[in-house]
């Protein structure tokens, strides 16, 4: 936990929080903090600074706090990721987060077993959670959006942007390029793929194919790379 992630709730007073729970016992047992030391803190959707500890007794902690700077720009990018299994979905949701990336759709594509959709990983308190998890990572308080698109032909159909669109794909010709550092929009299937079909509806849409070599990817390590090499 590289920040103290805030809630509106945790705010007794003007700048004063308690906390109770998982944040509370991280800071006494993996900080090793006390009364009187400062750690980095964040308001959710808000500002970032210090809070000291005021009172540490049993499963409470109290802080005083002070927000005097922005958190870190967004990625401009729209991910699109065609439903991971249920164990990869939250390490790739926390690591979407943590690199700054605001807008996460989540669609169905051939390759998506039809289980994937019941997980309870889909949750909206899970997703939330990991979502906190890559915002305490990254020192950063603003979740991003998840939306969910149980239909293929639908969400393509409706999907709008002027930015740049690539779709990630191993057998593509053109390699994917380097620090774009603009708006796009950037569509990942599942590890083998999406198929013929799939990719012929997002290429009428605008979405060109690229490729990072002969290697098949993770999702996981395939979204870390993929971010890091456009921005």
């Known amino acids: 936990m590289n920040l103290v992630l ?11 929080v308690r906390m109770h729970g998982r944040r509370a016992e991280h800071i006494a047992r993996v900080h090793r903090a006390g009364e009187g030391d400062t750690l980095v803190v964040g308001v959710a959707s808000g500002r970032i600074g210090s809070g000291t500890i005021t009172s540490l007794t049993g499963d409470a902690v109290e802080m005083s706090v ?8 967004p990625v401009p990018l729209t991910l699109i990721l065609a439903l991971p299994r249920p164990k990869v979905l939250n390490r790739v949701i926390a690591s979407a987060t943590s690199l700054g990336v605001k807008e996460i759709h989540l669609i169905n594509a051939w390759r998506v077993e039809k289980s994937y959709w019941k997980s309870p990983k889909l949750a909206e308190d899970n997703l939330r959670e990991q979502c906190i998890a890559g915002l305490e990572q990254a020192r950063d308080t603003v979740f991003p959006r998840i939306t969910l698109h149980r239909f293929f032909r639908q ?7 002027d930015a740049l669109k690539l779709i990630a794909h191993p057998h593509a010709v053109d390699e994917c390029p380097r620090n774009v550092n603009a708006p796009l929009s950037l569509a990942i299937g599942p590890e083998g793929g999406f198929i013929a079909e799939e990719l012929a509806s997002f290429g009428r849409i605008g ?3 690229v490729t990072m070599g002969e290697r ?16």
């Open 6 to 16: 805030l809630f509106e709730e945790d705010f007794v007073s003007h700048g004063v």
């Open 66 to 73: 002070t927000v005097d700077r922005d958190p870190p720009p």
């Open 155 to 161: 969400f393509v159909e409706g999907f709008t942007s």
């Open 207 to 209: 979405f060109r194919p």
């Open 216 to 231: 098949i990817l993770r999702v996981e390590t395939a979204v870390a790379a993929l971010i890091a090499r456009l921005y």
